[in-house]
């Protein structure tokens, strides 16, 4: 049996072999995960403020977020645990490591779960049962729902981290120590990558949902035939929008962090130097250390064109939505401010990015970014005048394209990521690697 399980592995066939095709299971049920988090979050703030506001459009929309949650939470859990099939198949010794030593964070991210369930369910099929002056109380099971899976991120977060980091400062790697303790646990999560991913995932799960909330509504325009519908969707292109340019203000810094943590961080065992033909995680991640090759520095020049096409977009997009105010009044502080995004983004990538000192790549993004929260702040004082119901064909062209290249880069940075451990599954670990491993010896006997 032990020889046939090592004859499976060497046989499988996929382009990139297993170690692809088990990220690729992973990216899919990410994709789902990502929309779920996002709009588990999102649904009961908008609903509560629907409350406090009066507006019947928020709690539709919010109703409508909830609603593909409960649709979509099984196929992205049918691909968590194709994931975790892979990973017992093809991983044996990792998982059974990783399962061993972080059992406890493992068990509080079921229970943290399942919380997210049943405030999913409960908040769902009790939508109708509650009167308006019960929405408050009904909008607290949706909070259940979103502090669940944020706690499941968290927990998961602490576990990719330490994968990546190899566990910080004096980090035991996996099978040492008080193995299944606590505290071993904590020290595992607790790594120098940890709060700046947390930060940026949870950013990045309330901005790219956003985005492709923004390009459902202006799909669904299409399809609206009442004037109402047609509003309504509208508006929640205008919604959707908002909410995902103001957290994609935050990516680049939180996103800078994490970088800086990576180059300055120390991992397992005092900071010592890598192993021969091995490279830190940070220089993985860009592609210049020893035995990291240019596919990483390529990833990482395609995504950040996709970042700094996603700033152009949305300023495009928010400039055409403000045609909706009766005097076009905020157009043209919009138009400046897009344009000054657009060519310092566009400089930022360009091969005079380092010209005339190295940084100036970093002070053209950050030029980026404070030239779109102007124009943010423009079109979120003429929202109150907008008037909704007729955008234009090119407005939702740019929407439907925000809400593709926004989902593309979320998995195209989750994919860098990880490559940044290279080549192991956990950073400085030789004894877990990324290709499959052979099954625990008497496996099968």
């Known amino acids: ?84 099939v892979l990973l017992v198949g093809f991983y044996p010794q990792l998982t059974a490591a990783i399962f061993t030593q972080f059992f406890y964070i493992i068990v509080l991210a079921m229970l943290s779960m399942f919380l997210a369930l049943w405030g999913m369910y409960s908040y769902y099929y009790k939508w109708d049962r509650y009167s308006v002056l019960k929405k408050r109380r009904h909008a607290l099971l949706g909070f259940s729902m979103g502090a669940g899976i944020w706690m499941w991120m968290v927990f998961m977060s602490g576990i990719d981290s330490y994968m990546t980091t190899g566990g910080g400062p004096n980090g035991l790697p996996l099978g040492s120590g008080d193995i299944g303790s606590f505290s071993l646990a904590l020290q595992g999560i607790f790594n120098p990558l940890f709060v700046e991913e947390i930060l940026h995932r949870t950013f990045a799960n309330l901005s790219w949902p956003a985005f492709a909330l923004a390009a459902w509504a202006a799909f669904h325009y299409i399809r609206s035939k009442s004037p109402e519908d047609k509003a309504f969707f509208d508006w929640s292109t205008s919604v959707g929008l908002t909410w995902g340019v103001g957290f994609l203000l935050l990516q680049p810094i939180v996103g800078f962090l994490m970088a800086y943590s990576l180059k300055e961080g120390y991992y397992r065992g005092g900071g010592e130097e890598p192993l021969p033909g091995s490279a830190r995680p940070y220089e993985n991640l860009m592609g210049t250390g020893a ?68 940084y100036m790549r970093y002070i053209m993004l950050l030029i980026m970014v404070l030239a779109t929260f102007g ?12 008037r909704y119901g007729s955008p234009g064909a090119a407005y939702r062209i740019v929407l439907l394209s925000l809400g593709i290249i926004a989902a593309s880069t979320a998995l195209g940075m989750g994919w860098m990521k990880s490559n940044a451990r290279a080549p192991y599954t956990v950073y400085n670990q030789p004894g877990f690697s990324v290709e499959a491993e052979e099954p625990p010896s008497g496996f099968g006997r």
């Open 375 to 386: 124009a943010l702040l423009t079109y979120v004082r003429g929202r109150l005048r907008f």
């Open 291 to 358: 035995g990291a090759g240019s596919t990483a520095n390529t990833l990482l020049i395609v995504l950040l064109i996709m970042v700094v096409a996603l700033f152009v977009l949305s300023n495009i997009a928010m400039y055409m939505g403000a045609g909706r105010h009766p005097d076009r009044g905020t157009r043209r502080p919009i138009q400046i401010f897009g344009l000054v995004a657009a060519v310092a983004g566009l400089y930022a990538i360009s091969p005079l990015a380092d010209f005339p000192f190295l």
């Open 1 to 84: 049996m032990l020889l046939a399980q090592v004859t499976v592995a060497e046989d499988f066939r996929f382009p990139g072999g297993i170690r692809v095709f088990t990220g690729l299971s992973m990216l899919i049920h990410m994709f789902f995960a990502e929309l779920f988090v996002g709009f588990a979050i999102a649904a009961p703030v908008l609903q509560a403020w629907g409350a406090r506001t009066g507006s019947p459009r928020m709690d539709r929309l919010a109703h409508s977020m909830v609603r593909f949650n409960v649709l979509t939470f099984s196929s992205g859990a049918t691909f968590a645990v194709l994931f975790v």
